[in-house]
């Protein structure tokens, strides 16, 4: 079974901080995709980025990055110079694979990020 | 292009009724999926309908049900609703491969008494 796991609940930073946000995925299958999204204080969830399990190239865009490792079967994402903006609910997500048609979330980190 | 769109924002049963929730895609996708979302669960997968056909179903009991029309619209159904059916129920739609983006409508905030 697939399984996406947030370890970090809740983190608290201070605006300018950078933060990395944790993910770790379980699947057997060797096509999958990795998501990234954002949920603001107005609840409604936004797509951030996708990776699909070929392609480990990091990515940048901005003040977010995503380290991609099947090594470790990880996922993470860093913010870099936080913002008061960036306060949300981020969730990684999986599909594909053994789970087929279905994108299975983490539970979610909560980002503070404090003036 | 308009967004996912779900109806109604809000409701307030009480335990033993039965509740139906409407999503309306964006125009173009096939894909309609249900989740569930409740405080320290994140989002639980209920059901994922593409061309009304349900591809693929979560851990959820048989009170939960879900349909899609022609049209691509979608309702789920919660029937003998229970206190533990508190929750912001989420559609998302997407074109329906496992590598495309889900967009998600702002949800059904239901609240059992």
């Known amino acids: 079974a697939q399984k996406v796991t947030q370890a970090q609940t809740e983190i608290s930073v201070v605006e300018k901080e950078d933060v990395t946000l944790d993910c770790v995925y379980e699947?057997?299958?060797?096509?999958?995709?990795l998501f990234w999204y954002k949920q603001p204080p107005s609840g409604e969830l936004v797509f951030l980025i996708r990776?699909?399990?070929?392609?480990?190239q990091n990515e940048i865009s901005g003040r977010y990055s995503w380290n991609f490792q099947k090594s470790t079967s990880s996922f993470n994402f860093t913010i870099t110079a936080s913002q008061v903006v960036d306060s949300a609910v981020y969730f990684c997500?999986?599909?594909?694979?053994?789970?087929?048609?279905?994108?299975?979330f983490g539970a979610g980190t909560r980002l503070f990020v404090k003036a | 292009k308009a967004g996912v769109t779900q109806t109604p924002r809000y409701l307030i049963k009480t335990r033993g009724q039965q509740v139906t929730l409407s999503c309306s895609p964006i125009?173009?996708?096939?894909?309609v999926s249900w989740y569930q979302q409740t405080p320290g669960q994140g989002l639980q997968f209920l059901f994922e309908?593409?061309?009304?056909?349900?591809?693929n179903k979560g851990n959820f009991p048989g009170r939960f049900s879900g349909r899609q029309f022609s049209n691509s619209r979608s309702e789920m159904n919660v029937s003998t609703l229970e206190l533990g059916d508190s929750a912001l129920y989420l559609c998302?739609?997407?074109?329906?491969?496992?590598?495309?983006?889900?967009?998600f409508g702002s949800g059904t905030q239901l609240s059992v008494l």
């Open positions: 998302a739609s997407s074109l329906g491969a496992p590598w495309e983006k889900l967009f």
């Open positions: 699947t057997r299958d060797t096509t999958y995709y």
């Open positions: 990776r699909n399990s070929f392609d480990e």
């Open positions: 997500a999986l599909s594909g694979g053994d789970g087929g048609f279905k994108t299975i």
């Open positions: 125009s173009g996708h096939r894909s």
């Open positions: 309908y593409f061309s009304e056909t349900q591809r």
